[in-house]
């Protein structure tokens, strides 16, 4: 169900994006000729009106063509008054501006939604989430790439925690703490499961974790991190909701694409940044760091689908990444736009559009670039869930 939801969930952000701009472009009076699916090769269309609809070969993607934003098009005498480039600065933004607009108003929906239904995650007086001990999800393999305990031993998501070793756990940090130093070892741990309580014999696994003293993560003389090795059981607990009301779920649905935002902006710069790094270990098949800057494809989205509440939240996510993206003054993207129509509007004069062609072949480029070490990654190399 998740997988349907996470396709269905993309195809409707970029036809919600582009119809953004189609709507407010016709809105005004301006001239749009096509409004296509995706890109390259025409699979089917049909004209309605002075607009062509359709759908093309690669799905990655849509456009509307409104003639007059290529600053280069030939435009006939009669629909020059009609076109993009001839609108006032207002229009011009509202157009440009409206596909942007469209992600963080679908990414406030599927919030409002989530909060409704399943409620708000709780946090505690440093942010973190609260954990319960039910067991949310459960990890397939080990970090070493063996079957998980708790698989072997036949936990399913749902089970509550209970007992280890006869003596009940009161929260998952007392479970965590209980497991540390049992690696290896046969355990005994109690759970529920529709009700029924029940117990089962676990061999813990084993796992690297940093040692932190007092709260700080323990380094060697030459500044290496120290670890240790911890029993691993292979599994993550739900957390604590709390029903914010109907009222309340704006203002969570507001801190939630705030927070979105946040790591938005931050992903992209490490992105950037991080982008020779990313070809490197791409090329070389080298893992170090690529989980951190790794862009993840339509692919890679899909396979990450799962519950229907997770599937929901990270199409929120990806529709606020989106939005943030669209939205950097670099020519062509959305917000590339919107800087040359601000540019028009306080110089007076329209700038030299060819000048900021090399801009818009490097920003291309990346952007293409990224798309497909996405879906290279996706394919060989895909995310551990």
Known sequence: MGTAVMVVGIVAMIVVHEGAHFLAAKGFGMKATEAFFGFGPRIWSTTRGETEYGIKAVPLGGYVRI???????????????????????????????????????????????IFLVWGEVA?????????????????????????????????????????YEGVPVTSWFDFVDRIGPDGGKTVLIGYTRDGTSAEAPTTLAFRERAVVVDGEVVTDAAGNVVYEEVGYFGAAPAVERVKPGVVGVVGAAYRGIADAAVQ???????????????????????????????????????????????????????????????????????????AVALYEKIRGRVPDIRKLMPVAAVVV??????????????????LQL
């Open 67 to 113: 003639i007059g934003m290529n600053p280069f098009e030939e435009v006939p005498p009669e629909d020059e008054g009609r076109t993009y480039r001839n609108s006032v600065f207002w229009k011009k933004s509202v157009v440009v501006l409206a596909g942007v607009f469209s992600h963080f108003v679908m990414a406030a929906l599927l919030l409002i939604t």
């Open 264 to 338: 938005s902006v931050y992903g992209l710069w490490r992105m950037v940044i991080g982008f020779p790094e990313l070809m490197l270990s791409v090329f070389s098949g080298g893992e170090e760091g690529i989980e951190e800057i790794r862009p993840i494809s339509p692919i890679g989205l899909v396979r990450l689908a799962g519950p229907m509440e997770s599937t929901l939240t990270l199409l929120a996510l990806v529709n606020v990444f989106v939005g943030i993206l669209n939205f950097i003054p670099l020519y062509p993207l959305d917000g590339g736009h919107f």
């Open 123 to 163: 946090t505690d007086e440093a942010g973190d989430p609260i954990p319960t001990l039910t067991l949310a999800t459960i990890a397939p393999t080990t970090p070493s790439g063996d079957e998980a305990p708790s698989v072997i031993a036949g936990f399913q998501a749902g089970d509550v925690l209970e007992s």
């Open 365 to 382: 480029v990346f952007l293409i670039t990224v798309g497909l070490m996405g879906v290279y990654l996706d394919i060989f190399r895909p």
